[in-house]
């Protein structure tokens, strides 16, 4: 039996879990410290009260054989892609339920996308980046290029027109910067893909966060973005989705074949999203639902906004924490990134991520979430404001 050899091109070892044990080891030896954690990726707030009625009630119909649903669409049941077709029309984006694909989270159409693509296409990512995008393409053998992060971009890498690449993943509001490409920063990498006929993976899972207009909520909002853009979408920072596990998927039809053959990869290799979650995930989009995930997003930008003031106060560099549970900075006194996570770890109990974790433009740079709760997170940078 041989095995895909391209797997011994990933990185070793997954970032969270050397975290988790260098944590771990902390604990043990310092068990009268409390930790505080801002380096969870994980969002803490239940789901919202409509989000539970509707996931209850749709228990209830499986329970009644009248109603009993078995398998369900491939697709998606035409009642959340209808759903999601109205919020995409409420900030003036036509996208129509055929055209989007309900999964089980961006994570999985996020790495398995490249299966409807030749092998040979060359890859762009900018760096630092979501670590999915990555090391899928590894192990699809595919060849990467990065387009740095800097400080003096603000970490919104920019196409380069002397570079060639087929597929280009972007990531707005990023992980794991926070940092967000404006209508004119996506109309450059839009019309970069135009005329170089690539593909534009677009990641949007952190669009709620958004309140500004001047940032798009989503590519398709971009003049040309129907003939080069594919973009993902989650519940799951939107709505606390991330145990309950739905996304979807936007396959416009001026991509011409791409639609079909999405959807036959996903009748080959899925099995859709149970009906209960569907029917959970319709109710975020009803007037109710907005304002209740509305209310915990504001929670997690307060925490953000906590973050952010403490490091603009204490002259650190950052970007990150307006429209995005992230804070991206620069570690103090050029420490490199573990560096500062022994040191934040030691000094402070707060733990949080290595930059250096999400590609080489990440070293010397730190992220901070905003998914920890209220007192911890001020605590936290009372800490860290100390030090
Ligand atoms: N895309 C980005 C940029 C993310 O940060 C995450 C999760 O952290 C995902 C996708 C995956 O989300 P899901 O829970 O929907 O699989």
């Not at 707005?172 to 926070?178: E, K, Q, V, Y």
């Not at 001047?214 to 040309?224: A, F, K, L, N, T």
């Not at 080489?360 to 010397?364: C, D, V």
């Given at each position: 039996t041989k095995v895909n050899k391209n797997f011994e091109n990933l990185v070793p070892n997954y970032l969270f879990a050397d975290i988790a044990k260098k944590t771990n080891e902390f604990i043990k030896a310092n068990p009268d410290k409390k930790l505080i954690r801002l380096g969870i990726g994980d969002v803490t707030l239940p789901l919202a009260p409509v989000v539970v009625e509707a996931m209850k009630k749709g228990c209830d119909e499986l329970g009644v054989k009248e109603t009993f649903k078995g398998y369900p669409d491939y697709e998606g049941y035409e009642f959340l892609r209808t759903a999601i077709s109205d919020y995409y029309k409420s900030f003036g984006v036509n996208v129509s339920a055929d055209e989007i694909l309900v999964n089980d989270g961006a994570k999985s159409d996020a790495g398995n996308i490249g299966d409807i693509f030749a092998e040979d296409n060359v890859i762009l990512v900018t760096d630092p980046v979501y670590p999915v995008y990555v090391d899928s393409n590894i192990m699809a053998g595919r060849k990467i290029l990065y387009a740095d992060g800097t400080e003096e971009n603000n970490f919104c890498a920019m196409p380069d027109p002397d570079v060639k690449a087929d597929i280009i993943y972007l990531c707005?509001?990023?992980?794991?910067?926070?940092a967000c490409l404006n209508k004119e920063q996506l109309k450059a990498w839009v019309d970069y893909a135009n005329a170089n006929n690539s593909l534009i993976i677009y990641?949007?899972?952190?669009?709620?966060?958004i309140t500004e207009?001047?940032?798009?909520?989503?590519?398709?909002?971009?003049?040309?973005a129907r003939t080069c853009a594919i973009e993902m979408c989650s519940l799951s920072k939107t709505a606390g989705f991330t145990g309950t596990r739905c996304g979807y998927t936007i396959v416009p039809k001026a991509l011409g074949k791409l639609n079909k053959m999405w959807l036959r990869r996903q009748t080959t290799k899925f099995n859709g999203v149970p009906y209960i979650v569907q029917r959970a995930a319709e109710a975020v989009f009803t007037e109710e639902g907005q304002k209740e995930i509305k209310e915990n997003i504001g929670y997690y930008k307060e925490n953000a906004k906590v973050i952010s003031e403490t490091l603009k106060r204490c002259n650190i560099w950052h970007v990150g924490g307006e429209h995005s549970p992230y804070i991206w900075l620069r570690c103090p006194n050029n420490m490199k990134s573990w560096e500062f996570f022994d040191y934040l770890l030691e000094k402070a109990n707060v733990v949080g991520t290595p930059g250096s974790g999400f590609g080489?433009?990440?070293?010397?740079y730190f992220r901070l979430t905003a998914f920890g709760t209220y007192e911890n997170t001020v605590e936290a940078v009372e800490r860290i404001k100390k030090l």
């Open positions: 707005s509001p990023n992980n794991p910067t926070g990641d949007a899972a952190y669009e709620a966060f207009d001047d940032i798009p909520r989503s590519i398709m909002e971009i003049e040309g080489p433009s990440g070293e010397g």
